[in-house]
């Protein structure tokens, strides 16, 4: 038998516990611990109580801040509230240590990344991370070269989580240009090697495979439209004023309202009436 101190109902409260064997995080690896506890509630507090077991007990809710740790409630706490003072509910649970994901690097293959931003979780034993990092000149370089293997699996560590290395491969990917010519990246990491893959969710079907093969097509064109005008450059067709022009053209940029008119154009109005 031990004492936890926690806060709760607004005060630090010192309970009796008792200690369980610990787990394994399946993030660092590292132990954790578990205690069972016993409370005593009156009757007009016990809903406010509830309250904040239930916000411990979820994922992204609020931990019991505790004096050398948080903890978060596990399943399916009991209470009652018989015997000879009826109105008093006694409470029944298990809480397990919070474990705080501090990352200072992570390394891709000897690519050093520094997250601005990072969140890690587990769904049925698979490790997702994803964080934002700005990268510039060679770092970048090496990035790209990366995610054009999107299906290759990586030795990827988390330094100041674990020093062993995951096997991950890429997830969903965005970025944009940052100042000083730097790029910023949004990186997901997932460590899902050898595991049953799972099908398609209808959502991830919406519009295919016509906008899988569109977007082929998009960037083929892109392709064979820069190879022409390069063409045309070393021939003598195009000057460089002109060059730099049709590049300046190529460059992404947000529509104009009248060209997102446009890609609302459609040959058939009565298939979208409803």
């Known amino acids: 038998m ?6 709760l109902l607004g005060a630090v409260r010192e309970l009796a516990a008792v200690e369980l064997p610990s787990v394994a995080s399946v993030h660092s690896g590292r132990p954790l611990r578990r205690f069972t506890l016993e409370l005593h509630v009156p009757d ?4 406010a109580l509830d309250a904040e077991l239930q916000a411990a007990n979820a994922d992204d809710g609020r931990p019991l801040r505790g004096s050398d740790a948080d903890w978060r409630v596990a399943e399916g706490w009991t209470t009652a509230s018989q015997g000879r003072r009826p109105e ?28 601005v931003r990072y969140k890690e979780q587990v ?20 990035l790209e070269g990366l995610l054009r293997k999107p299906d290759t699996f990586h030795e990827v560590t988390r330094r100041g989580i674990g020093d062993l290395p995951l096997r991950m491969r890429f997830g969903r990917c965005v970025w944009q240009r940052a100042e000083d010519g730097a790029t910023r990246h949004q990186l997901e990491l997932v460590a899902d090697e050898g595991k049953f893959e799972s099908p398609l969710s209808p959502l991830a079907l919406v519009n295919q495979p016509q906008l899988g093969m569109t977007v082929e097509r998009v960037a083929a064109h892109a392709d064979a439209l820069a190879k022409l005008v390069e063409e045309l450059r070393s021939h003598g067709v195009l000057s460089e004023s002109a060059l730099e022009g049709i590049n300046a053209a190529a460059i992404p940029r947000p529509l104009t309202r009248l060209e997102e008119r446009e890609l609302s154009r459609t040959d058939r109005l009565s298939d979208f009436w409803r």
Not at 123 to 142: I, K
């Open 44 to 47: 007009e507090r016990h809903q």
């Open 123 to 142: 769904d049925e034993d698979v490790v997702t991370s994803t964080f934002v990092t700005e990268v510039t000149g060679e770092d970048n370089d090496r």
């Open 88 to 115: 008093i509910y006694i409470y029944r649970m298990e809480v397990q240590e919070v474990e705080f994901l501090r990352v200072s690097a992570v390394e891709i293959e000897g690519l050093s990344l520094l997250p």
């Open 2 to 7: 031990t004492t936890l101190n926690l806060n």
